[in-house]
């Protein structure tokens, strides 16, 4: 089992950058590969970001797509989700998720542990 703590959110203005932190605990965090969704008031949880567990296949969403990067250290049991030029659209609680052996894909489902969540709010 792994516990999931995200860090790094704000409020911030359009155009600027923020890095967003999720600490894994517990063993074995190479075998998950991990992503990143985000949830907007009123509506659905929607996917932004994954990794494999090596760290050699990345996934993005199109929404995000040559502005966020997603990485991974493993050896400090965390993923990272660099967000460059911001919008308000991506005003939103950023949630890292866990998915033990996985390949990394965008299917919520795939996934089995879930962090609280970090708020990201940007104005223009």
């Known amino acids: 089992q792994v516990q999931l703590a995200e860090s790094g959110g704000g409020s911030v203005q359009a155009g600027d950058s923020l890095r967003l932190s999720c600490a894994a605990s517990?063993?074995?965090?190479?075998?998950?590969?991990m992503s990143w969704f985000r949830q907007a008031p009123g509506k659905e949880r929607e996917f932004a970001a994954a990794?494999?567990?090596?760290?050699?296949?990345?996934i993005y969403a199109d929404s995000v797509k040559g502005r966020f990067t997603i990485s991974r250290d493993n050896g400090k049991n965390t993923v990272y989700l660099q967000m460059n030029s911001l919008k308000p659209e991506d005003t939103a609680v950023y949630y890292c998720?866990?998915?033990?052996w996985g390949g990394g894909t965008s299917d919520r489902r795939a996934y089995e542990y879930w962090g609280q969540g970090t708020q990201v709010t940007v104005s223009s």
């Open positions: 998720a866990a998915d033990l």
């Open positions: 517990g063993r074995m965090f190479g075998g998950y590969a």
């Open positions: 990794i494999s567990r090596s760290g050699s296949n990345l």
